[in-house]
């Protein structure tokens, strides 16, 4: 900690500034939790007291991964997510940077000084994962300057710092897909439907729907409102889902997950019911993870290119954390999601499902 030779104290200093000692001390220490103005005049009123100023020591940008969870606790941390994770490290051992991992709820993040929490978990920058359609704390982070971006959703206002693919077109190809193949009753399990890109995926859900002339049934739009399904992670989702769906008087044939996770979910409820996949029924999951190829049956996916998504987000909140201009933000010809056919999607075979029997014949 930096001292005087002679003279006034850090509490003297303190009060004069009508700041803590602690804050006169983190900022002659140079710590970032401390703003950088106050930093500033904390060191310029200190100098002409004549207090001895160390040169700080050299320390690395630290880039925050902010895991915006749900409010229920379910768990954020999906494959998605650990690809993104994957890249930004990739990129902060080439940058000598470092990367932090955060974790909030939704809904609470909202209601804090977010400039604050974040600098007091040591954060320079931010990358947001999972955020929420309006989401009211951009409006700190701007008004601030705090250096930050989004993958794959944002709050869906203007003022976008979004790194991510049209997914609205990429959910609609693949629903595309499975009209091909025979398909007519698709279902879509939607487990955090305010989540930006949620919501555009079943945009493109019902864009092919509408191209195809088949009305949305909402009895084959799954969410957490579902009491089967309420409070659930992704896994239990699914699985609990398969469930809801085959409890329909007229079941659907495929269902498109926005994870490999609910997928997963699904396969297993499936097996359980003595349902073939894909002979008698077929899932197809969004993102992509190493152990989707070793599902029973390997799982066909929309594979998002999420690890050089991650890579790209920490390069770009690490420049911005060393004040460059930067022009606009990246829309490259690999930011597209690519349908990957592998053993869990077929065409449907006539024939009412194993274990299934309308609500009318139950007793």
């Known amino acids: 900690m930096a001292r005087p030779k002679t003279g006034p104290s850090i509490y003297d200093l303190g009060a004069e500034l009508k700041l803590s000692p602690g804050t006169i001390s983190r900022a002659l220490r140079n710590c970032p939790e401390v703003s950088a103005g106050t930093r500033a005049k904390v060191r310029d009123r200190a100098a002409a007291l004549g207090f001895e100023l160390r040169s700080p020591c050299p320390r690395r940008i630290n880039i925050g991964a902010v895991l915006l969870g749900p409010p229920a606790g379910a768990e954020p941390l999906l494959s998605y997510a650990t690809n993104v994770l994957a890249g930004m490290q990739d990129y902060a051992t080439r940058a000598n940077v470092t990367i932090s991992l955060l974790q909030f709820d939704a809904d609470a993040f909202d209601g804090r000084d977010v400039v604050r929490t974040l600098r007091n978990r040591g954060a320079d920058a931010a990358v947001f994962f999972n955020a929420l359609q309006g989401s009211r704390f951009y409006n700190q982070l701007n008004d601030q300057r705090f250096p930050y971006c989004n993958v794959m959703a944002d709050d869906g206002g203007e003022n976008r710092r979004l790194l991510t693919i049209d997914s609205r077109r990429d959910a609609c190809r693949a629903v595309e897909y499975l009209l091909d193949l025979g398909h007519a009753r698709i279902a879509v399990a939607l487990h955090f439907p305010d989540n930006d890109t949620t919501a555009k995926r079943f945009l493109g859900y019902k864009d092919a729907l509408s191209k195809a002339r088949i009305p949305v049934d909402d009895g084959l739009v799954l969410a957490p409102s579902e009491a089967a399904c309420r409070g659930s992670d992704e896994f239990d989702f699914g699985y609990h889902g398969v469930e809801v769906l085959l409890s329909r008087a007229s ?40 152990y989707a190829e070793f599902t029973s049956p390997p799982l066909s996916v929309i594979r998002v290119p999420n690890r050089r998504l991650g890579q790209t987000a920490a390069e770009w909140v690490h420049r911005l954390s060393l004040g460059e201009q930067l022009p606009a933000w990246p829309d490259e010809p690999w930011m597209h999601a690519e349908l990957v056919v592998r053993e869990s999607t077929g065409s449907p075979r006539p024939g009412r499902l194993p274990g299934h029997s309308p609500p009318n014949e139950r007793q």
């Not at 297993?268 to 002979?279: C, E, S």
């Open 251 to 290: 079941p659907p044939t495929a269902l498109v997950t926005m994870s490999c996770e609910a997928a997963i979910g699904a396969l297993h409820a499936l097996r359980q019911r003595g349902i073939a996949v894909p002979r008698k029924f077929s899932v197809l999951a969004h993102d992509d993870s190493r």
